[in-house]
């Protein structure tokens, strides 16, 4: 089956950098688009990244320029480094796929940026 493991979630001060990463396996993984999301606090869940197949990137406005998405198709992982981090950056992240008609979520892993 699919699967999604999340890591690397952690306190940081603001300005602090944490590197996301995601293990999927039940997948061809380096056919697929990977995705990103941050779920803030009593917030609905967003995507913040994503990269296709083909390496192509694209990051929603919130993290543009702070955030950077890339992938390992060797070793079936994707990761999200992420700078200049901002308290508006806490809440969980979400690594998710969509595969086989359906969209797939990791467990998540927490981010908390202090001020």
């Known amino acids: 089956q699919v699967r999604l493991v999340e890591h690397g979630g952690g306190s940081v001060q603001s300005g602090g950098s944490l590197r996301l990463s995601c293990a999927a396996s039940?997948?061809?993984?380096?056919?697929?688009?990977m995705n990103w999301n941050h779920q803030a606090p009593g917030k609905q869940r967003e995507l913040v990244a994503r990269i296709e197949s083909s390496g192509m990137t694209n990051y929603s406005d919130s993290v543009k320029g702070r955030f950077t998405i890339s992938r390992d198709n060797i070793r079936n992982m994707v990761y999200l480094q992420m700078n200049n981090l901002k308290p508006e950056d806490t809440g969980v992240y979400y690594c998710?796929?969509?595969?086989?008609?359906?969209?797939?979520w990791g467990q998540g892993t927490q981010v908390t940026v202090s001020s």
């Open positions: 039940g997948i061809n993984f380096k056919l697929y688009t």
């Open positions: 998710s796929v969509n595969a086989r008609g359906r969209l797939f």
